[in-house]
């Protein structure tokens, strides 16, 4: 096989071109062996409150028993979680897991067709839900499986009297926690409670049982529940923590989490795989209050982060963040979308360490790709495939194409999902009769087996037969000094089929059209060019700062 992997002799030294998948049957065991290495260190900090590994240990036991002796929920059955980033979250999650029932992540923005949508899909039995998002479980929850709602306020488990003040500010003084009733729900608190007064049955646990449903797809049509199994998510945490060994220190780490972890890139990167480290992760709830957040970042001396390009950018020009301490940080990973160029160099000036772009899918659990961690600055690559992954680039035929053609990138390896749930048709259009899965992202491999995106499939503009891909228009654009973000779509055009729109958030107000225009000339061959520019206040984007190229593409169809 190894004459066919190219980027295998490009892995920094001591990554092995092959993990053992196995050698941990389950998400539980790695939990279970992380809180006996590393029972008294910090595991999960949020609002200034700090949970050892040795408290996940028995709050999730307790939120598992709960589960299973009170609610007499049966091995496989989904529950439903619905929370920003806060201490509930990894209670939660690992107790779900330990009573062997799968967590269904829902995103709490979603508006209640949406989540109706999921819980009906999913069929989940239970749902946790923070305080500020029950009116919209209370509106989407009947016609549902849902027999039990567990709620809980952002200051629940902060301790007296800070958590009463916070959750007190929340509600009368922001007034962000609309009232809702939810008759026969529970609180959080009061189900741990009742945990403790059951015995957490042993639970056995296959490597094959669905761990997460994590949806997905909600950009291209109806959300589908990719079904990840404990081994999937156990191998993609070997694959991580092979890739990056060589830059922890176990025990040693803190790691900022500014993407919710319900988010596959978060949940894996920080949640599981540093937890597999030992280290503390630093939840952030609302990366959003970028003042706020930079004002959190300067008080932890954080030694690692992750995020997508539009947080670093964020960030970047954010008043303060230049005098942050940056001294302990070893490591910045970029995924969930493209990494521009211009923030990455400016990442690296700001704070002396390389941001490493990496690549990765709902249905990969998600890591597939990633840049050497040695990487010296940005070269513009996802990176080489991980170890016990093969990928590769196809035509619309299936046949796999040389060096420097672009094609649909295919990957194969033990963290692709098992398929789709309740939904065979879908998972066979993705997965084909060899076991690649077509990612949908168009991509070519140098010779040297680093893979680049083009672009996604369905962002592809078409002008006059020709292929423009908006991540190199919005990377050309992004270098503009007055820009502060970007997004190129296609819209349709009489002459050419398709043109080429770019809608702009300014950093100077004084930018004009005419500018920008100019500096396409400059940088773009002629079908490139920016037929249409338009300036707004901001970017419609998901709420993982992933920017919507599709509602400025419907826009512009009407």
Not at 66 to 72: A, C, K, T
Not at 177 to 193: C, T, W
Not at 549 to 554: A, G, H, Y
Request: contains cysteine; glycine residues 8%; proline residues 6%.
């Amino acid at each position: 096989m190894s004459s066919e992997r190219p980027w295998l002799a490009q892995y920094p030294a001591g990554v092995p071109a092959e993990i053992d998948a196995d050698e941990y049957p389950s998400i539980v065991a790695v939990l279970e062996s992380a809180i006996a290495s590393y029972r008294d260190r910090p595991a999960f900090a949020n609002l200034g409150k700090v949970l050892t590994y040795a408290d996940i240990d028995r709050l999730s036991a307790q939120f598992a028993a709960y589960l299973l002796g009170e609610l007499q929920l049966k091995k496989g059955d989904r529950v439903a979680i619905m929370m920003p980033n806060c201490l509930q979250y990894p209670i939660s999650t690992f107790g779900i897991l330990r009573a062997g029932l799968t967590v269904v992540n829902v995103n709490p923005m979603y508006t209640p067709r949406e989540l109706r949508h999921q819980l009906v899909d999913s069929g989940a039995a239970a749902i946790v839900v923070l305080d500020n998002f029950g009116h919209t479980v209370q509106e989407a929850i009947a016609g549902t499986q849902v027999r039990q709602a567990i709620t809980t306020g952002l200051g629940d488990l902060i301790g007296f009297p800070k958590g009463a003040i916070v959750n007190f500010v929340l509600k009368y003084v922001k007034k962000m926690v609309p009232d809702y009733d939810l008759p026969g729900a529970i609180r959080f608190r009061d189900a741990l409670v009742l945990g403790q007064l059951q015995k957490l049955p042993k639970v056995a646990i296959d490597s094959g049982d669905i761990a997460f449903l994590q949806y997905t797809g909600g950009t291209t049509g109806v959300a589908k529940g990719a079904m990840l199994t404990h081994r999937n998510l156990v191998a993609n945490m070997q694959q991580a923590a092979a890739w990056v060994r060589a830059n922890i220190k176990p025990g040693d780490e803190i790691i900022i989490t500014a993407l919710p972890l319900y988010h596959i890139f978060s949940l894996t990167a920080n949640g599981l795989v540093f937890m597999k480290f030992g280290a503390l992760n630093y939840l952030i709830t609302n990366p959003r209050d970028m003042p706020g957040f930079v004002k959190e970042l300067s008080k932890i001396p954080f030694t690692a982060i992750t995020g997508v390009n539009t947080l670093f950018n964020g960030l970047l020009n954010t008043p303060g963040f230049d005098k942050i301490d940056f001294s302990h940080l070893r490591l910045t990973l970029g995924g969930g979308m493209a990494v521009q160029r211009a923030v990455a160099e400016r990442w690296k000036q700001a704070t002396g360490c390389t941001l490493v772009e990496a690549y990765g899918l709902t249905e990969t659990s998600p890591a597939a790709c990633i840049n050497p961690m040695d990487l010296a600055e940005y070269n513009g690559a996802i990176g080489l495939p991980v170890p016990s992954t093969d990928a590769c680039v196809k035509d619309e035929d299936g046949r796999q194409l040389p060096v420097g053609e672009v094609g649909e990138l295919c990957i194969k390896g033990p963290q692709v999902m098992k398929g789709y749930w309740n939904r065979p048709e879908e998972t066979a259009n993705v997965i084909d009769a060899e076991g690649w899965l077509h990612t949908g992202d168009m991509a070519r491999m140098d010779k040297q087996g680093f893979f680049y995106i083009v672009d996604r499939k369905k962002d592809m503009i078409l002008v006059s037969g020709f292929n423009v891909y908006p991540n190199e228009i919005e990377d050309v654009i992004a270098l503009m000094p007055g820009v502060l973000e970007v997004a190129a779509v296609g819209v349709p055009d009489d002459k050419s089929g398709e043109a080429v729109k770019v809608v702009i958030v300014k950093k100077d107000p004084a930018l004009t059209v005419e500018q920008v225009k100019a500096h396409a000339r400059e940088n773009l061959t002629g079908y490139k060019h920016p037929k249409y520019v338009e300036f707004r206040t901001e970017l419609p984007k998901t709420n993982v700062g992933k920017i919507l190229r599709r509602e400025l593409r419907d826009e512009a169809a009407r």
